[in-house]
C-alpha cells in the first residue's frame, strides 16, 4: 500500500479542561485551565493527534505556524523546527521571570515557541507511527523498558471552589495539614498504585510542609519522597529543610530560584537538587551542570520542544552524570501518552516522572490511560496508541468558545486565588 504522508490539513481546537483547586506558591488552579490539542491529517487521510499549553500566548503562535504546515511532510520533523523560527514572538510575551500560574522558568521567544513545536511534532510522530503501523517508541529508536513509572503528585488543597463559581467537583477531599496529605497519598496509593510520592510546597511556612513530609516517610517508611516549593524559599531555608529532611527526601525539587542559588543550595545540603525551572532550555545546561546546581533535571517536553529534545536533553545529562526524569503541568491523555512513549525510549531515567493526570477527570479520548501499580504500559498499537473523542472535544471546545469563561482562557492562579482572598498579591520571591 502507498502511503501519501503530505499534510492537508492542521486542526486547531483550545480547550477549557476540569482542574480541582490545588495549591502552589502562586495560587491556586482556576477551575478550568486550557490546553490546545492539535490534529494533523495526511493526503492518504490519516490524522495525528498531540497536546500543548492553550493560553493565548501560545495560541497566537501555533495559529500562524499551523498555516504554514499544509503541504509540508509529517517526516519532516526537523523542519518544524526551521519554521517556528520563522514565527514572530511579541516582545510583551517574553519574560526572565518565572511564567505565572505555570512555575516553568523563564520565558523566552524560543520557548514559546518550542512550546509550541511540540504539540505538532508529537501529532506528526503519530500520524507517521499510524501511517507505517509502528509505535511512537520505534520511531524514536525503541523502547527500554515496556511500563514507565509515575509518581503521586500530592497538593494542598481545597475541597472545591469557592461557591457560585462555576466548577466541576472532585472526589480527593480537602488536604491543608500533614494528615490530609497522608490520606491524600494513600488515596493516590489505592487507586493507581503510585509507591513514590511528591508533594507540591511552597505553600505553606516550611515547618508544615516538613512535617507532612514526616508524616508520609511514617505512613509509607523507605518510599521516595520528593518535595517542590518552586523556589518559595531563600537558600538558608533550604539549607534548613534539606537538614530536616535529607534522611527521607530521593530529592528536593527547586527550593530556590535561579542557578547561582541552587548551587549554593546544592553544595551542602546533603540531598539530591532536581528542577524543572532554572534547567529549562539548553541555553541554561552549561552554567548549571558547571556549578553543578541540579543533579535531576525533569524535562517537559512541552516546553523543550518534543520527545526527541527530551531524548537529546536525556543524553546531555547522561554525559554528564546528571539524572533526568519528567515534569508536568495540568495535561490530559495525549500529553500521558507522549510521555510514556518517549520515557520507554530514554536509558537513563531512573526516577519516576510526575503526572498530573488523575488530576484530571475530563480527557479528549475515547478511552482513559490507566496506571498499573503506579505504571503505565508502554503501548505498541500505532503511534500513540490513544483515539480522540471527537464528542468530548467539542463539548471542552464550547465551553473555551463560551464568552463567560473567557478569563480562564489564559491560567492564573494568582487571579484565581484572588476569587476568595482579595488582598492575595503573587508573592514575592523568597517567600519564606
Ligand atoms: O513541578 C512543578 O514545578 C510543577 O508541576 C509546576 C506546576 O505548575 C504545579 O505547581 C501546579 O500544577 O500547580
Ligand atoms: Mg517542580
Redo the contacts with the bound molecule.
Keep these: 500500500m502507498s502511503v501519501n504522508l503530505t499534510i492537508s490539513d492542521v486542526r486547531l481546537t483550545p480547550i477549557l479542561v476540569a482542574d480541582p483547586p490545588?495549591l502552589?506558591t502562586q495560587g491556586v488552579?482556576q477551575p478550568y485551565t486550557p490546553r490546545l490539542i492539535v490534529e494533523v491529517v495526511t493526503a492518504d487521510g490519516t490524522t495525528g493527534v498531540g497536546e500543548t499549553y492553550g493560553d493565548t500566548k501560545y495560541l497566537e503562535l501555533a495559529r500562524p505556524f499551523a498555516r504554514q504546515l499544509v503541504g509540508r511532510q509529517v517526516t519532516d520533523l526537523n523542519g518544524l523546527f526551521t519554521l517556528a523560527g520563522q514565527v514572530a514572538v511579541a516582545d510583551a510575551r517574553v519574560d526572565d521571570q518565572v511564567d505565572v500560574g505555570?512555575?516553568?522558568g523563564v520565558q523566552t521567544a524560543d520557548k514559546l515557541r518550542l512550546s509550541v513545536v511540540s504539540g505538532f511534532e508529537v501529532a506528526c510522530l503519530d500520524a507517521l507511527g499510524k501511517a507505517l503501523g509502528l509505535p511512537v517508541h520505534a520511531l524514536l529508536g525503541g523502547k527500554v523498558r515496556d511500563s514507565v513509572e509515575y509518581s503521586a503528585y500530592l497538593?494542598y488543597k481545597h475541597a472545591g471552589h469557592p461557591a457560585g463559581v462555576a466548577s466541576e467537583q472532585d472526589d480527593w477531599g480537602e488536604a491543608t495539614d500533614p494528615a490530609g496529605i497522608v490520606a491524600q497519598a494513600r488515596l493516590f496509593n489505592e487507586r493507581y498504585g503510585f509507591e513514590s510520592f511528591k508533594l507540591?510546597g511552597g505553600v505553606y511556612p516550611p515547618e508544615q510542609e516538613i512535617a507532612a513530609v514526616r508524616a508520609l516517610a511514617a505512613a509509607f517508611p523507605g518510599k521516595p519522597l520528593r518535595l517542590?516549593p518552586?523556589g518559595a524559599w531563600s537558600v538558608p531555608t533550604s539549607l534548613k529543610v534539606a537538614a530536616e529532611l535529607h534522611d527521607v527526601l530521593e530529592y528536593l525539587?527547586?527550593p530556590a530560584l535561579g542557578t547561582p542559588a541552587m548551587a549554593e543550595v546544592a553544595a551542602s545540603a546533603g540531598v539530591p537538587l532536581a528542577t524543572?525551572?532554572c534547567v529549562t532550555t539548553f541555553a541554561e545546561i552549561e552554567e548549571a551542570f558547571r556549578r553543578r546546581a541540579v543533579q535531576v533535571v525533569?524535562s517537559d517536553h512541552h516546553y523543550w520542544g518534543g520527545l526527541r529534545n527530551t531524548q537529546q536533553l536525556a543524553a546531555i545529562c547522561r554525559t554528564f552524570d546528571v539524572g533526568v526524569s519528567m515534569?508536568?503541568?495540568?495535561h490530559l491523555g495525549i500529553s500521558l501518552a507522549a510521555m510514556t512513549q518517549v520515557a520507554s525510549t530514554v536509558p537513563n531515567l531512573h526516577h519516576a516522572c510526575?503526572s498530573?493526570y488523575p488530576w484530571q477527570s475530563e480527557d479528549v479520548l475515547t478511552e482513559r490511560l490507566t496506571f498499573e501499580d503506579g505504571r503505565v504500559a508502554v503501548t505498541d498499537t500505532p503511534g500513540l496508541g490513544v483515539a480522540l473523542d471527537h464528542d468530548r472535544l467539542a463539548a471542552l471546545h464550547h465551553r473555551w468558545l463560551d464568552e463567560n469563561n473567557a478569563a480562564l482562557r489564559d491560567r492564573d492562579?494568582s487571579a484565581a486565588m484572588r476569587v476568595t482572598d482579595p488582598e492575595w498579591t503573587t508573592p514575592s520571591m523568597p517567600r519564606w
Design positions: 490545588l502552589n488552579h505555570g512555575l516553568r497538593f507540591k517542590d518552586n525539587e527547586d524543572n525551572m525533569l515534569h508536568s503541568n495540568t510526575d498530573h492562579d
